[in-house]
């Protein structure tokens, strides 16, 4: 069992930078892949950025227009069961609650079925 606790969201200016952490419980937080992923209102969840879990490979979206990919960053410091998000010139569309999320046996990454522990969120709200 593993429960997630998501911080640092909070009202940010455009072209701003915010970090994210989540952290974990449970002694097998190392064994787990970790991602983030997002909600703005009124649209369905997508893949923000995952890491494996040794923090060899990331993975970030980036098959959209003005994706988070060389904006964001996703990193882990397995030590403090804890994965971060950094994510830097911020854009009013990227407005959304934050999750965290953790899997055994994820292979794509971007799939939210492949994780089986969720946080509750974290809102970041980018202003123009």
């Known amino acids: 069992q593993v429960q997630l606790v998501e911080s640092g969201g909070k009202l940010v200016q455009a072209g701003g930078s915010l970090r994210l952490s989540c952290a974990a419980s449970g002694r097998t937080f190392s064994s787990y892949a970790m991602g983030w992923f997002r909600q703005a209102p009124g649209k369905e969840r997508e893949f923000v950025a995952a890491i494996t879990w040794g923090g060899g490979r990331t993975y970030y979206q980036d098959s959209v227009a003005d994706s988070v990919k060389g904006r964001f960053t996703i990193s882990r410091d397995n030590a403090k069961n804890t994965v971060y998000l950094q994510m830097n010139s911020l854009k009013p569309e990227d407005t959304a609650v934050y999750y965290c999320?953790?899997?055994?046996?994820?292979?794509?990454?971007?799939?939210?079925?492949?994780?089986?522990?969720w946080g509750q969120g974290t809102q970041v709200t980018v202003s123009s």
């Open positions: 999320a953790a899997g055994l046996t994820v292979v794509v990454g971007s799939n939210p079925n492949e994780y089986d522990y």
